[in-house]
C-alpha cells in the first residue's frame, strides 16, 4: 500500500513473509514499485506451482546439466534415469515419489536379481535429482532412501575347473565365437561394455587400452595383453572386419548363449551366475597369487581401494609373509 511520510510516498510490500518498505518522492514511483513486485512475486508463486506438478523426466532432462554437468560419464546417469523412468513412471509427478514407492522399486529391483551395487547406482541418482527438486521447491520432503549393504564375500567366481568345464562344452557345441569372447572377459577382467567398446586399435603391442570414454570411472587405463586374452583377440579379429571386434557375437547373442552355459551348470536359479561374474573371476585370481592390492586396482579399474578389498578374503596369509620378511631382515648399516 502506498502512503505519505512527510514529503515522500512509502511503498510498503511483503516479500516471504517479511514486510519491506522504501520511499521514493513521487508517488506514481512508489506504485510502479508497488506493481513490479507485485507482478514478481505472482510469477515466482505461479512457477512454484508448476514446478510442483513437472513430471519426473522433465525436471531431469530441464536440470540435467546443473545436477550432472561436471561428472564423468554422463550416459552412464542417462542409463540410470531410463532404469529409473522405467520404475517410476516417466510422467510422475517428481514431488509424488516418496519412501513407499522407492521400497516398492527396491523389492521389485531385488526380484529382478539386481546386486546391491547397481541397486544403490540407481538409488544415488534418485538421491541427487530429488534434493536439487528440495532446493528448487520441486518437492516438500526427501524420501527415506535405503542402500543396499555390499556383501565383502563374492559369492560366485569360476574355478579353473569351472573355465575348463565352460569352455569345453562351448568347442563341442560349436559356439567357438562366444567361448573366445567370454575367454577375453575373463583374462582382461573388463567390464562387458568397456570391451564391446573395444577397436583393433585399443589392442596392439601387447597393451589393451580402455577410452576413458568407455569406462565406470570416466578415466582410461592401459594393461597387459596375457596369453589367453592375445590368442581369444587374434581368434575373435580374423572372423570378421568389425570395427568393433567382439560384435560378431553381439550382446543379445551373448546373454542367449550365456544362458545355455547356465542351463549345462544347473544355475538357471543362480542369480550372481552372471557373465559380470568373469570380471569378478579375474580380480579374485590376481588377489589369490598374491598381487598387491593397489596393483589389482589399477588392473580392474576401480574408483577406490574399498571396492578392490572386497576381494581379500582370498588374499594369501600375507602377515606371514610380512612375518617372513621382518624376521629375515636386518637393520640398515649392520653387518
Known amino acids: 500500500m502506498v502512503r505519505p511520510r512527510g514529503t515522500r510516498w512509502q511503498a510498503d510490500v511483503k516479500v516471504n513473509g517479511r514486510r ?3 520511499s521514493f518522492l513521487k508517488r506514481q514511483d512508489a506504485e510502479e514499485f508497488e506493481r513490479r513486485r507485485g507482478d514478481t512475486l505472482s510469477s515466482l508463486t505461479v512457477r512454484r506451482r508448476s514446478l510442483r506438478h513437472q513430471t519426473l523426466k522433465s525436471f531431469a532432462d530441464d536440470n540435467f546439466g546443473a545436477i550432472w554437468g561436471e561428472n564423468r560419464r554422463p550416459d552412464f546417469i ?7 523412468f522405467r520404475v517410476f513412471r516417466e510422467q510422475t509427478a517428481l514431488s509424488l515419489i516418496d519412501t513407499e514407492s522407492v521400497d516398492e522399486a527396491i523389492h521389485g529391483w531385488r526380484a529382478q536379481g539386481l546386486t546391491a551395487s547397481t541397486i ?8 541427487k535429482l530429488l534434493k536439487y527438486g528440495l532446493r528448487r521447491n520441486a518437492v516438500d520432503r526427501l524420501p527415506q532412501l535405503q542402500r543396499q549393504r555390499i556383501s565383502n564375500v563374492l559369492e560366485r567366481v569360476w574355478s579353473h575347473e569351472d573355465e575348463e568345464k565352460a569352455f569345453l562344452y562351448l568347442d563341442h557345441t560349436g559356439l567357438l565365437a562366444t567361448r573366445h569372447v567370454l575367454q577375453f572377459l575373463l583374462y582382461t577382467g573388463a567390464r562387458k561394455g568397456e570391451a564391446y567398446a573395444l577397436t583393433r586399435g ?14 565406470k570411472s570416466g578415466r582410461s587405463r592401459e594393461i597387459p595383453l596375457v596369453t589367453q586374452a592375445a590368442a581369444a583377440w587374434t581368434y575373435i579379429c ?12 553381439n550382446r543379445s547373442t551373448l546373454v542367449n548363449h550365456w544362458q545355455l552355459l547356465r542351463d549345462y551348470f544347473d544355475a538357471t536359479s543362480d542369480r550372481a551366475f552372471v557373465p559380470h561374474m568373469l570380471r569378478h573371476t579375474c580380480a579374485t585370481r590376481l588377489v589369490a597369487g598374491g598381487v598387491p592390492l593397489a596393483q589389482v586396482m589399477k588392473w580392474m579399474g576401480h574408483q577406490s581401494i574399498q571396492v578392490t578389498m572386497r576381494y581379500v578374503y582370498v588374499a594369501p596369509k600375507d602377515l606371514e609373509f610380512a612375518a617372513k620378511v621382518l624376521g629375515g631382515a636386518r637393520p640398515m648399516g649392520l653387518a
Open 20 to 22: 519491506l518498505r522504501k
Open 202 to 215: 585399443d589392442v596392439r603391442d601387447g597393451w589393451v587400452r580402455f577410452d576413458q570414454t568407455t569406462t
Open 238 to 249: 580374423g572372423l570378421s572386419d568389425l570395427a568393433y571386434s567382439l560384435e560378431v557375437v
Open 120 to 127: 544403490n547406482h540407481r538409488l544415488s541418482v534418485l538421491s
Open 78 to 84: 542417462e542409463n540410470q534415469l531410463r532404469d529409473l
